[in-house]
């Protein structure tokens, strides 16, 4: 859900508080995004090695105290530099939540409907963008840009909380279990 929110609070903000102008906001979002995507793979074998769920604990909640750094910084200063080191923290943040939930969805999947399961899953995780988006118009208007990144710091300790609760093991045995069905047919 806080995809939907980050791009169109990010630009706003840069263009209306910062003074960027919407082409030099793309070149550097550009750039961001192309660095941050070439780190993601230089950390996949990490993530690998160490475990998705732990990585994506980590990139939570780095990305709920940079969002929330962000929203004290955007309420007390139009600090270029501060915004831009929020900004390479958040979109690496991004990165890395994005590549860990996939990973995980991957070993959710069940060998034989992969394909189904995680074209489920991806479309799953773009409603959720969507969605965000979508319940954020309401409010948009009436939050300062400060609390806007509060508002992403939250679902980002929101999500920390589900990811507590989320037990993939239980997930694996069902998954052993249908494939030792599946086996005996």
Not at 32 to 37: C, D, F, K
Request: include cysteine.
């Amino acid at each position: 859900m806080r995809g939907g929110l980050v791009t169109p609070v990010f630009a706003a903000f840069a263009v209306q508080d910062l003074g960027l102008s919407t082409t030099e906001y793309s070149r550097f979002v550009s750039g961001l995004s192309i660095a941050a995507a070439v780190i993601g793979v230089a950390l996949g074998p990490f993530i690998d090695r160490f475990g998705a769920r732990r990585f994506l604990m980590g990139a939570l909640i780095v990305g709920a105290v940079s969002h929330a750094i962000g929203g004290v910084l955007a309420e007390r200063t139009n600090d270029l530099v501060a915004f831009g080191a929020v900004a390479v923290v958040v979109y690496l943040v991004g990165q890395v939540v994005f590549i860990t939930v996939i990973a995980l969805f991957m070993n959710l999947c069940w060998t034989k409907v992969a394909a189904t399961q995680f074209a489920v899953y991806m479309a799953l995780a773009n409603v959720g963008i969507a969605t965000g988006g979508l319940l954020f118009v309401p409010f948009a208007d009436h939050l300062s840009f400060g609390q806007d990144f509060l508002v992403m710091a939250g679902l980002f300790v929101v999500s920390a909380l589900g990811l507590v609760f989320f037990k993939e093991g239980v997930h694996a045995q069902r998954l052993e279990a249908l494939k030792a069905r599946a086996a005996r047919m």
